[in-house]
């Protein structure tokens, strides 16, 4: 049997989504560099032309997502990278690929804020504006990796997602992940699945942009390859002009949701640690899983069932793995970056039989094992 050949690497996780990206398919970037996300940019302008894609530094973020919406219509797997003001300013153009039903991938890269904040310092303060800072009823698809393996990972992850049901995804890192460096293993001959959006197979007077399917997701031409089709930021028809009318309307926005909530099972991405026996859990994303993870360790050598569930996926947030931890375990503990954000989703589905406890930190500052390990004992 041929022995596969390994690659390894000592990435940044940035420069692990630069490898996950390219592996996934992307071959059309539009950025602007921006504290701790500049890398993506970096390495993608070197690695991009090399596979003949094409990489543009645009003049703000507005113009990046927009560039990036233009390249997907006409059939190229596009993404961009930014932090928290950058993708303050990119929530326009997301609710426009999120109605226009444009694949695409958008990387933040957590730093503290509000406004500037702290460029160079992690938070996770961007949880709930990934899921509502574009205005309107939508549905949308987060991933968030806590190492840089899962940074190569989710982001093909994502590409796979957007193509597959025809929706913006972002994944969201913190400052942390972005700049950590691991060594990962690749081989180059490893099978990963590579997802593409659905192509029409009808002639182009029959094909309807956005027709309704048992999937909720309608085939996609891309632009000038004979199929024309009209694309709004507007509320549309299943032939893309817009519309008013009530049923129209209705059917169109439930189908937006449907082709996300019928298929929840799929996206539901998590890692289960030591959490069978748990009478104390932690439910922990991003950087902070690093350190919940050690705590565990560290209260099992101590002799307390602690466990941790981590969520790669933020949203759709992981009810199911998250209710089945709070009627198990005594005692949840969220710690996060921020003040309470996943925090409220766990109280949210919480049907009483679990004390929730939390530790918030807003100074820039990474939450360390310690810290759980005493809030373990403070409380349970």
């Known amino acids: 049997m041929k022995k596969k050949a390994l690659k390894e690497l000592l990435l940044q996780g940035n420069e692990a989504v630069v490898e996950g990206a390219l592996r996934a398919g992307c071959r059309f970037f539009a950025g602007y560099p921006i504290t701790p996300a500049t890398e993506i940019s970096e390495q993608l302008s070197v690695r991009l032309p090399q596979v003949d894609g094409t990489f543009i530094q645009m003049e703000d973020e507005i113009a990046s997502l927009g560039a990036v919406i ?9 993404m961009t990278a930014t932090s928290g003001p950058g993708f303050s300013l ?16 958008i990387v933040n890269a957590m730093r503290g804020g509000p406004s500037t904040g702290l460029p160079t310092s992690p938070a996770q303060s961007d949880v709930m504006q990934a899921r509502w800072g574009t205005h309107g009823d939508h549905p949308i698809i987060v991933l968030c990796p806590s190492t840089v393996r899962e940074c190569f990972d989710l982001t093909i992850k994502a590409f796979n997602y957007s193509e597959k049901y ?19 293993t690749i081989a180059d001959d ?24 048992p999937r909720g997701v309608p085939p996609m031409a891309d632009f000038g390859e004979g199929y024309r089709y009209h694309v709004t930021g507007l509320t549309h028809d299943v032939r893309g002009f817009p519309t008013s009318r009530p049923d129209e309307v209705d059917a169109f926005i439930r189908r937006l949701f449907r082709k996300v909530s019928q298929n929840f099972a799929d996206f539901q991405i998590g890692e289960h640690y030591h959490i069978d026996d748990a009478e104390v859990a932690i439910i922990a994303y991003g950087c902070v899983a690093r350190s919940a993870r050690r705590a565990v360790a560290d209260c099992r050598d101590k002799g307390i069932k602690a466990g941790m569930l981590k969520l790669n996926t933020i949203w759709p947030f992981m009810r199911t793995d998250v209710e089945k931890v709070l009627r198990q375990a005594k005692v949840v503990i969220v710690p996060e970056m921020n003040m309470g954000q996943i925090s409220r989703e766990v109280k949210r589905v919480n049907k009483g039989s679990a004390k929730i406890f939390t530790i918030n930190r807003v100074d820039g500052t990474i939450i360390t094992p310690q810290e759980i390990m005493g809030r373990i004992k403070e409380v349970f």
């Open 190 to 213: 490893e099978t990963i699945d590579i997802v593409n959006r659905v192509k029409p197979t009808v002639p182009p007077e029959w094909y309807i942009p956005f027709e309704d399917t």
């Open 166 to 184: 025809r929706i913006p995804v972002i994944l969201l890192i913190d400052e942390v992940v972005a700049h950590m460096r691991e060594k990962i």
């Open 70 to 78: 233009g390249a997907s219509l006409a059939g190229v797997k596009s």
């Open 90 to 105: 990119m929530q326009e153009n997301l609710g426009f690929a999120i109605i226009a039903e444009v694949p695409c991938v």
